[in-house]
């Protein structure tokens, strides 16, 4: 187990950047952080962020200046949880290339004083292509869309 990894409970953790962490207009998304996640805190974990319309998609970094602003969050019911974010995300686990998106364990870092991380969380990245895609530069997508 990872040095900083979350030890209360040897809790599964999750990294959320898009319309798990916004208040989206998605009935399942608002459904999935009420009853699955429960919120640690603003983190950030290497990566580039994209605007594709509704929602943002997450690619890995290029460079190690990249990140992505969210929340980390806890599990509760970790492989309950776990299938219904895959299965919200268009992803397929066993076949990481056929969904939508694809779920990756990454190192999270918080932004808390002492409590940085890193910590061993999953997050979503986008399986698609990004080039005609507007990037959301500072990787923050609540800020993005508080610019429209």
């Given amino acids: 187990m990872p040095e900083h990894e979350e030890r209360a409970g040897a809790r599964e953790l999750v990294f959320v950047y898009g319309t798990l962490w916004t208040a989206s207009g998605?009935?399942?998304a608002r459904h999935l952080a009420r009853r699955c996640l429960?919120?640690?805190g603003p983190a950030w974990i290497p990566g580039r962020l994209y605007d594709l319309g509704r929602?943002?998609?997450?690619?890995?970094?290029?460079?190690?200046n990249e990140r992505i602003h969210g929340r980390l969050c806890a599990l509760t019911g970790a492989q309950?949880?776990?299938?219904?974010?895959?299965?919200f995300e268009d992803c397929a686990p066993d076949e990481p290339a056929r969904g939508?998106?694809?779920?990756?364990?990454?190192?999270?870092?918080?932004?808390r004083p002492g409590r940085n991380g890193p910590y061993w969380c999953w997050a979503y990245f986008f399986n698609g292509r990004v080039t005609?895609?507007?990037?959301?530069?500072?990787?923050?997508?609540?800020?993005?869309?508080?610019?429209?």
């Fill in 132 to 148: 005609a895609r507007p990037r959301i530069p500072h990787g923050d997508y609540r800020r993005w869309l508080r610019r429209l």
């Fill in 55 to 64: 929602h943002p998609g997450a690619v890995p970094a290029r460079r190690a």
């Fill in 100 to 111: 939508q998106y694809r779920r990756e364990r990454v190192q999270a870092h918080r932004v």
């Fill in 38 to 40: 429960q919120d640690l």
């Fill in 26 to 28: 998605y009935r399942e």
């Fill in 80 to 87: 309950s949880c776990l299938r219904r974010l895959d299965a």
